[in-house]
């Protein structure tokens, strides 16, 4: 099927192309097309396959939703776009455990680095350790294995490095960026008012290096989920975490022979050996192109299929929360307040479904929509569990959404907490000054024009500003406290703004439980006594190809998939920064929010 869509597809646009047909012929046909490719049924797994996990690949929360021109490239030219769902590989590696025609699994190093979170790795670590414990191989190789790939990859019972290539082990960093000498010398004025020592949020706009209390958090966080990568990758390669430290402090950086000479890896090979062996176990001679072989992604479509013979009418919603928090509908990538508090409203009035489990993976925004979507995940947990599960980041906000669940699930490395409140003020009074713009306004009274970006906020402006921001971290803590069962007092202690890992949060009593997705999937079911008649459906519900080829064709922009070089890679992370900066839109000024620079690496 797949190489029918792909010539008819090439003919079809030739012919439209040599013809002229108008667009929305071309539309019509592309559509029927994308139609009969949806009907097409999961792929034929061969006897003695090997599963093929790339290693990097971005796994997100959300199932992936491919662009467009993904799409079409797909059909066309047999590109993948190079992210997959977390449920997606979690269901793919459990079901080839129990499938008697998988043999074994490869773990394929690529040439990008792998951006995944730590807890979604972890995650998927915790599936792969099952996987081996079904009495199956696991074989990985890379040329260069980083941090994040050598993490899923030291699970494997056979490790191999190319000659050429080297193995990071470096530990962990997080490499913060400081604006406020640029705002200076642009002419822009900040002002802040926030809660908490810890709420870091703000430094990057009025200091040129971190505060001792952020280098002291982040210190800990960073040695919290190093202590996790130390403990389960020395226990694989059945060395201590005290060696694996010291190899950390004394190469950081390992050529081939010695990482196999320090039990890292178990072989240096070129890749034509390493399938060499792979063929063995497939039961295939040196004759054939490759080994036997199916990918994560087309094997997940068979678990997926498998999963939909076993249907029920009740139902479990997942719903995922990724993304910046900010007020309104919000964009792709962003959870809108009213967009996700309708969502939660529509499963609470849903019969059919009988537990929400609601996937958190943000670093917090918008206090109003915090507080809208907290409102409707306390009315949905009032008819039905709703149960959290903690990716990556859930923090600030995305704490502030998760704390009335009726239980909370964290991975050991998952980025939570930092319960506190600041208020950011921007005023461009001298950029505009210096070139000829000054403002005069008449009001009716004192405080008319406090809005204004046209001046600094006056002493009694920024009194009121405070107010506001005291108030809601009163209210952050008064609801913790409440939906925590904890001391106001203890929960001011731990509260200051401060992040604090999955582990310390789970001791802390921030959190219930440590495990991921599946884990909560499971508490779910059982809350509400479903055993095992229940099916998963997840929301929101990806846009189809019919609807995104119109958007496309309608005007909307698509961005060109390419393999990004260093500079270029350093300027999107300093253009994500100052997206978070677009994203703060509270109508109040009032945000929940971790540290802007808070990226591990």
Do not use: C
């Not at 190489?3 to 030739?14: C, E, I, M, P, S």
């Not at 030291?154 to 190319?162: E, G, Q």
């Not at 409140?421 to 505009?432: H, S």
């Not at 210096?434 to 009274?445: A, E, F, L, Q, S």
């Amino acid at each position: 099927m797949r190489d029918f869509l792909k010539h008819t597809l090439a003919t079809v646009l030739g012919l439209f192309i040599f013809l002229g047909i108008s667009v929305g012929g071309l539309l019509l046909l592309l559509i029927s097309i994308s139609m009969m490719a949806a009907r097409d049924s999961a792929p034929t797994v061969r006897d003695k396959s090997v599963l093929v996990f790339d290693l990097s690949q971005t796994i997100t929360d959300a199932p992936a939703s491919a662009s467009t021109r993904d799409v079409l490239n797909d059909a066309i030219a047999g590109n993948r776009p190079n992210v997959i769902g977390l449920r997606s590989v979690l269901d793919a590696i459990n079901e080839a455990a129990k499938d008697d025609r998988i043999v074994g699994l490869y773990l394929n190093g690529g040439n990008n680095p792998n951006t995944t979170g730590y807890a979604t790795l972890r995650e998927v670590r915790s599936a792969l350790e099952r996987f081996k414990q079904s009495g199956k191989r696991i074989y990985a190789y890379d040329v260069d294995w980083q941090e994040r790939e050598y993490y899923l990859g030291s699970t494997a019972d056979t490790i191999a490095i190319n000659p050429i290539g080297g193995l990071e082990m470096n530990g962990l960093s997080s490499e913060g960026v400081f604006f406020a000498q640029a705002l200076q010398r642009f002419g822009v004025g900040v002002q802040v008012t926030r809660v908490g020592k810890y709420k870091s949020a703000v430094e990057p706009f009025l200091q040129n290096r971190r505060s001792p209390a952020d280098r002291q958090q982040t210190q800990k966080l960073l040695s919290d989920i190093w202590t996790e990568i130390l403990g389960t990758t020395s226990k694989a390669r059945k060395l201590t975490p005290r060696q694996l430290q010291a190899i950390t402090n004394r190469a950081g950086l390992l050529d081939p022979q010695e990482a196999v000479k320090q039990k890292l890896v178990d072989r240096v090979a070129y890749f034509d050996e390493v399938i060499a062996d792979l063929k063995k176990i497939t039961g295939q001679d040196d004759d054939t192109k490759s080994f036997r072989q199916i990918s994560v992604r087309n094997y997940a479509r068979v678990a997926d299929s498998n999963r939909n013979d076993r249907s029920s009418r009740n139902q479990i919603a997942v719903v995922y929360a990724e993304g910046e928090i900010v007020n309104g509908q919000g964009a792709t990538g962003q959870i809108g307040g009213d967009r996700l508090a309708r969502q939660l409203r529509e499963l609470r009035l849903d019969d059919d479904v009988k537990a929400v489990v609601l996937r958190v993976n943000s670093p917090g925004g918008s206090a109003t929509a915090s507080e809208i979507i907290q409102r409707e995940a306390i009315l949905t947990n009032q008819v039905k569990p709703v149960i959290v599960s903690m990716g990556n980041v859930a923090a600030s906000g995305g704490y502030w959404i998760s704390t009335y669940a009726s239980e909370i699930f964290a991975e050991p490395t998952t980025i939570t907490g930092s319960i506190g409140v600041f208020g950011r003020i921007l005023n461009v009074q001298q950029l505009a000054n210096r070139n000829g713009i000054t403002w005069d306004v008449v009001k009716t009274g004192r405080f008319a024009d406090a809005q204004t970006v046209s001046r600094p906020k006056t002493p009694q402006e920024l009194a009121l500003i405070q107010k506001s921001v005291d108030r809601i971290y009163d209210q952050f803590l008064t609801k913790v406290s409440a939906s925590r069962k904890l001391q106001k007092s203890k929960v001011a202690e731990i509260a200051q703004g401060r992040v604090w890992s999955g582990i310390q949060a789970k001791q802390l009593g921030l959190v219930d439980q440590l495990g991921g997705l599946q884990d909560a999937i499971r508490a779910a079911a059982e809350r509400a006594n479903l055993g095992e008649d229940w099916q998963i459906e997840e929301f929101p519900k990806p846009r189809s190809f019919e609807e995104r080829l119109l958007e496309s064709l309608m005007g909307s922009s698509i961005e060109e998939s390419t393999e990004i070089d260093p500079l270029t890679s350093e300027m999107k992370k300093f253009q994500a920064e100052l997206e978070s900066l677009k994203s703060m839109n509270d109508p109040q000024n009032v945000y929940l929010r971790l540290p802007v620079d808070l990226f591990i690496k």
